[in-house]
């Protein structure tokens, strides 16, 4: 069993970058698929990025494609999410998420992931 933090939430002016890392309490993230999940008030949570656990194969939502990327550091047991030019949004919790098998087409699935961070809240408005 893993327990998820993530971390490096906030405000970010639209055009700018911030990097969310997602890391383990408990357990060890080397053995998980890792996605990252966003989910703003009144919406839907939305896949945006995963990473394998076998061969890190990535794999990234169409409207973060060529502006996000998901680096897995596996010497510090951290996924990060790099997010460059952000554009103008409602808030939205940022999630990471685990799970044990190599996720194919179901990356974005939200209900194949069993384990869950708290989220970390990312504002991107001027």
């Known amino acids: 069993q893993v327990q998820l933090v993530e971390s490096g939430g906030g405000l970010v002016q639209p055009g700018g970058s911030l990097r969310l890392s997602c890391a383990a309490s408990r357990g060890s993230l080397l053995y998980y698929t890792i996605g990252w999940f966003r989910q703003a008030p009144g919406k839907e949570r939305e896949g945006v990025s995963s990473i394998s656990q076998s061969d890190n194969w990535t794999t990234y939502a169409d409207s973060v494609k060529g502006r996000f990327t998901i680096p897995r550091d596996n010497a510090k047991h951290t996924v990060s999410l790099q997010m460059k030019s952000l554009t103008p949004d409602k808030p939205a919790v940022y999630y990471c998420?685990?799970?044990?098998?190599?996720?194919?087409?179901?990356?974005?699935?939200?209900?194949?992931?069993?384990?869950w961070g708290q989220g970390t809240q990312v504002t991107v408005s001027s």
């Open positions: 998420a685990a799970r044990f098998d190599s996720p194919g087409g179901t990356w974005s699935i939200a209900r194949r992931y069993e384990y």
